[in-house]
């Protein structure tokens, strides 16, 4: 994740007293979306970021049960006081959760708006009267916090009630403690026994428990207390201890419970025997389900709500989470009225006295699915749009891996720079286009120039091949079609006119297409729409047509094989491509430039080319144009053997001094190159000795100066 822009200068130098002045606090800065974009050297440390990286964060990171609408709300309740104070529960570096009262405020004058929330040293309990911390009072359990150092001693309001007395009856507020409180309520020997566990707690690091007899007055008779306690470490300083007072006759459980209670806020909780029936099940659950707690404690079972896991499966859970590791699963709650919404379990074991419990702890997550959907319906949507990018990159690479075989237009052609002066005039226009010319001549590369030089160049130029397409699917893949509309359409598909929507389209080899399909284009070229195959919902595009085709339009127009109507649409500017023939002062340029192409694609040193080849290519008419010269020169880069570009294995199918229709043949040789053949052959044989026992000449039955006289006048030499 990238680092969050950092704060500007004036901003930060606005909160820098701000910040310093609660030095021994931890400090955080968030923004309007949540990003982290300050935390001091307490914070960090505090959250175990010792190094940098916090900034990298987003808040939902550190609450994973917070969502946007949450934090969104937090941030305006903060906004509209001075300060708003909250509990949160937070990820520490380590994996770890704990909980933080935070004090937070809406710093509204820097720029961005940010959210400042501090977290004091001392961790005040008196912030925790959330829903979660009322259910102590039913628990019969008070939790406390007393910090030794400082004399701070804090507590839930129901802590007078478990000891049964009135307000006037607790110690001052600045002498009140655990020690305090129970002073004169305790024989010596166990008032004793509390004062040394305490004493060890704070020494040793290590959590106590006691249970204790409580005495009263004659009125009341005296009760057991159960006392737990842990010590705090913050700083590496032990100084303050936290624990609970509750009455009964087993700490451990309520130890259990309170820490079943604190760890899932607002929860409803409910405990399940081993057969599956509720023992026990608190306000919230049974508010939530629509019962009173009496109708489901000891009459129904987990399954009758639980809408998803049967008996059988209920049993398999219960054996799991006996183990004794707190399980997480995601099921349904049925309410009274059948009505159902998703939950989210904590399972955790408990052993009352040697009764064997699974304490469950369901949070409603109705709005966590709504937003998963939401969200699933946005990836589907942007998936949609990345299917869609994704097919015009298919298709704009196909045009590449065709265009990039040039990789600029290059010519010293006055006959071929008149075309170029034509596209450089149409292509900022909004004419339709259609470029006539042979196989080969570079129709596709003459549309690319359009395109870019376009005030469409910034969208896609979609490549269609009209003569590559079967009649029954060229519909479809011009316009798309709804999913079922044919055997095999298992799915929407989106046409190649909606993917240049905006853009450009090269409609190559146009006199291909049937008259059926020409009537659609028509349409398209007068109106601009066009429904799928099987849809009945009209789509508009905006599209620039550049069509190509290697026939005689105007015949076939004559012929009844080309509608004029759609004729005349295509060729508002037409533009003749000629063929290589007729411009053959570029076939040296194109050779060389194919010739490096080609050598550095294959990893060979090939730079030159003998002139007489040369001559020889421009002498010949090329009857497939530019394409043809191509694979004559990719054939030779990789027959060639040395730097220079080895062309003797080519034989011209047709060149201007043969007849233009030879009854012989085009592809009969001279007898000039079956001889100039013949002895490179022995030459190559012999490793281009010519002289001598193992010589080409004795090979070829002549005499060393004959061979020497023939090589020289067919051009023969090793390079």
Excluded at 107 to 118: D, G, R, V, Y
Excluded at 652 to 663: D, L, W
Excluded at 669 to 690: C, D, F, G, S, Y
Aim: glycine share 6%; proline share 4%.
């Amino acid at each position: 994740m990238k680092e969050k822009p950092a704060l500007d200068a004036v901003d930060f130098a606005a909160l820098f007293q701000l910040i310093m002045a609660r030095g021994n606090d931890a400090v955080m800065l968030f923004d309007k979306k949540g990003h982290i974009r300050y935390a001091n050297a307490v914070a960090r440390k505090r959250l175990g970021y010792l190094q940098e990286g916090l900034t990298q964060l987003q808040i939902f990171d550190l609450e994973e049960e917070l969502n946007m609408v949450r934090y969104l709300q937090r941030w305006d309740a903060a906004g509209a006081r001075k300060s708003k104070s909250w509990l949160v529960e937070w990820r520490l570096k380590s994996g770890e959760t704990k909980f933080f009262r935070i004090q937070g405020s809406v710093l509204k004058n820097t720029s961005p708006p940010l959210l400042c929330c501090f977290i004091p040293p001392a961790g005040s309990i008196q912030s925790l009267k959330t829903p979660t911390y009322r259910h102590l009072r039913h628990y019969q359990i008070a939790i406390w916090e007393w910090n030794i150092i400082n004399g701070d001693f804090q507590m839930t309001d129901n802590f007078p009630d478990i000891l049964q007395l009135d307000a006037d009856q607790l110690p001052p507020p600045r002498q009140l403690n655990i020690v305090s409180a129970l002073k004169d309520r305790l024989p010596s020997n166990q008032f004793a026994t509390l004062i040394q566990k305490i004493k060890a707690a704070q020494k040793n690091r290590s959590p106590f428990e006691l249970q204790l007899q409580l005495r009263h007055d004659e009125q009341r008779p005296g009760y057991e207390i159960n006392i737990y306690g842990y010590p705090v470490e913050e700083d590496n300083i032990v100084g303050k201890l936290q624990g609970s007072i509750s009455i009964g006759q087993s700490s451990s459980a309520e130890r259990h419970l309170a820490g079943a209670v604190l760890d899932r806020s607002e929860a409803m909780v409910c405990w399940i025997n081993p057969d599956c029936t509720l023992r026990y099940v608190n306000r919230a659950m049974a508010n939530r389900l629509g019962y009173e707690a009496s109708e489901m404690t000891g009459r129904l079972e987990i399954t009758d709500i639980d809408a998803e896991n049967t008996i059988e499966q209920w049993h398999e859970i219960w054996a799991e989470a006996s183990a004794g590791e707190t399980m997480k699963m995601e099921s349904t709650l049925r309410t009274r009225n059948d009505r159902v919404f998703p939950a989210e379990f904590h399972l955790d074991f408990l052993d009352i006295n040697g009764t064997k419990l699974i304490s469950l702890s369901a949070h409603d997550i109705t709005e966590r699915r709504q937003q998963e959907a939401e969200l699933r319906k946005a990836l589907l949507e942007v998936q949609t749009l990345s299917d869609r990018l994704e097919e015009e990159n298919i298709y704009l690479k196909e045009e590449i891996s065709e265009g990039n075989k040039f990789e600029n237009i290059l010519t010293q052609s006055d006959n071929y720079r008149k075309v170029l002066q034509q596209v450089e005039q149409v292509a900022p226009t909004e004419a339709t286009v259609l470029i006539e010319g042979e196989t080969g001549t570079g129709k596709e590369l003459l549309a690319r120039a359009i395109h870019s030089l376009s005030k469409r160049s910034e969208r896609s130029l979609v490549r269609v091949n009209c003569a590559a397409l079967p009649e029954e699917l060229i519909l479809s893949e011009l316009f798309g079609h709804e999913k079922g509309a044919f055997t095999g359409a298992t799915a929407t598909k989106t046409g190649r006119f909606e993917l240049a929507d905006k853009g450009t389209i090269f409609l190559d080899e146009i006199g291909e297409i049937s008259l059926k399909i020409q009537s659609q284009l028509l349409r398209i070229l007068q109106e601009g729409e066009f429904e799928r195959v099987g849809g009945v919902e009209t789509l508009k595009v905006d599209v620039r047509i550049i069509a190509a085709t290697n026939r005689d339009l105007r015949k076939m127009v004559s012929g009844k094989q080309f509608r004029e109507d759609l004729y005349y649409r295509l060729s508002v500017f037409p533009l003749q491509n000629p063929p290589l023939r007729d411009r053959p002062e570029d076939i040296p340029l194109l050779v060389r430039h194919f010739m490096k192409q080609f050598a550095r694609k294959n990893g060979k040193p090939i730079d030159n080319i003998r002139a007489k080849d040369l001559k020889r290519l421009q002498q010949y008419d090329f009857p497939g144009n530019i394409r043809e010269l191509m694979n004559i020169v990719e054939q030779a880069v990789v027959l060639s053997n040395n730097k220079t570009l080895d062309l003797s294995y080519w034989r011209p199918v047709r060149s201007k001094q043969s007849a233009a229709h030879s009854e012989i043949g085009d592809e009969f040789p001279t007898l000039e190159e079956i001889q100039r053949q013949h002895i490179i052959n022995a030459l190559e044989k012999t490793h281009w000795r010519v002289t001598g026992p193992q010589g080409a000449a004795k090979l070829l039955g002549m005499k060393g100066q004959t061979l020497f006289s023939k090589m020289k006048k067919l051009g023969i030499e090793r390079e």
